[in-house]
């Protein structure tokens, strides 16, 4: 069964950076693109960023364009997001998602919290 | 990009059906059959309930179904049970620079 494990949040000051982490199981990694999605508290689905299966193209949302970076390693089937300048407003929860075709996200994992406080 | 307008809430009665919309532009929902649904349970991550506007995934329960017309997008749940209860949101490909927007998300409480 496809398994989604989301690592590396934490509580990081302003101006800090972290690196999130999604470990991927049950389904051919290297095949399908994957996407970071975040949730502040209390609010709604926000897209971050995305990469192709074979990471030859990335994308992000304006939010975090210059300041995020996705990456994956295929060889350890896991995704990245690592996460500079941090704001308050980028305090969420991080889901790392499967992408089943354009624009579907069939698997999630359960979510890690970044907060971003001093 | 903004993202695509959802009603906050909506309500029904157990056995009762309700529509939730999801109105974007032609340069979303109105452009693009990749619409898709999630549905989110507190404290849980979201779950595919419809892709491509209109298609279930396997497990998913035939009460509940997708539609389209122009810029808006509507999942219907039909036969509501008290587990329905829920934060919907849809989802949707865009040919602006970001390529992917969510909805505002819905309430849906079942009285």
Redesign the interface.
Known sequence: QVQLVESGGGVVQPGGSLRLSCAASGFTFSSYGM?W?RQAPGK????VA?IRYDGSNK????SVKGRFTISRDNSKNTLYLQMNSLRAEDTAVY?CAKE????????????TLVTVSS | ?S?LTQPASVSGSPGQSITISCTGTSSDVGG?N???W?Q?HPGK????MI??VSNR?SGVSNRFSGSKSGNTASLTISGLQAEDEADY?C???TSS?????????TKVTVL
Do not use: C, I, R
Request: charged share 10%.
């Open positions: 996407h999605v709604g689905l926000e897209w995305f994308y992000y949302a304006d889901y089943q075709q354009l624009a579907t996200f069939d698997y999630w994992g359960q979510g | 990009q993202a693009y990749y619409v898709s999630y989110q991550a979201p779950k595919l892709y491509e995934p949101y989802s949707s490909y620079s970001t390529f992917y927007v969510f909805g505002t998300g």
